[in-house]
T-cell receptor
Framework: AQSVTQLDSQVPVFEEAPVELRCNYS??????LFWYVQYPNQGLQLLLK??????LVESINGFEAEFNKSQTSFHLRKPSVHISDTAEYFC??????????????FGKGTKLTVNP | NAGVMQNPRHLVRRRGQEARLRCSPM?????VYWYRQLPEEGLKFMVY????????ESGMPKERFSAEFPKEGPSILRIQQVVRGDSAAYFC??????????FGNGTRLTVT
């Protein structure tokens, strides 16, 4: 079984400051890793994913995450945040080859608030 | 290309009533997943379905909850005899085989 820990439930930052949202996971098998973003009263949108290959993955809006197998981490970073990045961010894992099932295990989420 | 459509967006039920939540997957997607989000919690997997088949229901409560994905029409999550603890946001997601999930905007169920 897999589990995900998001260490910070809330992260307040000022606009244009850097931010890191932490995510650690545990699993006895190889996993895929994901970050989803949820804006108020909306569903989750896929921000970025790690499936294989380069351990550094990037999104189109400036976020990046690095898969660190030895530390079982997949922290999300952005060098300079905008007001519009205010949202809740969820880290998730799924085990490889679950018969085609993308059964995701989610962390409890981190609420990022960007202040002017 | 429409995304995953869920309705209703908000649903209020009294204790003991039935709640029916509907989900139309993205066009061409044959895999549907239901997740539940309780306040201050992440999403919890409930059930995974393909057309006319339940593949994995390991996250479904043993009683009162059921799900279906018929050959024609949307997937339905049905909760019988609702209780206050069923109040939550219920999200549907769809995908192609071995592809990332696309989520709907959810149905927020309130049991009074």
């Amino acid at each position: 079984a897999q589990s995900v820990t998001q260490l910070d439930s809330q992260v307040p930052v000022f606009e244009e400051a850097p931010v890191e949202l932490r995510c650690n996971y545990s699993s006895s098998v190889s996993v895929y890793l994901f970050w989803y973003v949820q804006y108020p009263n909306q569903g989750l949108q896929l921000l970025l994913k790690y499936l294989s290959g380069s351990t550094l993955v990037e999104s189109i809006n400036g976020f990046e995450a690095e898969f660190n197998k030895s530390q079982t981490s997949f922290h999300l970073r952005k060098p300079s945040v905008h007001i519009s990045d205010t949202a809740e961010y969820f880290c998730a894992v799924s085990a490889h080859h679950q018969g085609g099932s993308e059964k995701l295990v989610f962390g409890k989420g981190t609420k990022l608030t960007v202040n002017p | 290309n429409a995304g995953v459509m869920q309705n209703p967006r908000h649903l209020v039920r009294r204790r003991g009533q039935e709640a029916r939540l509907r989900c139309s997957p993205m066009k061409g997607h044959s895999h549907v997943y239901w997740y539940r989000q309780l306040p201050e919690e992440g999403l919890k997997f409930m059930v995974y379905l393909q057309k006319e088949n339940i593949i994995d229901e390991s996250g479904m409560p043993k009683e009162r909850f059921s799900a279906e994905f018929p050959k024609e029409g949307p997937s339905i999550l049905r909760i019988q005899q609702v209780v206050r603890g069923d109040s939550a946001a219920y999200f549907c997601a769809s995908s192609l085989l071995n592809s990332p999930l696309h989520f709907g905007n959810g149905t927020r169920l309130t049991v009074t």
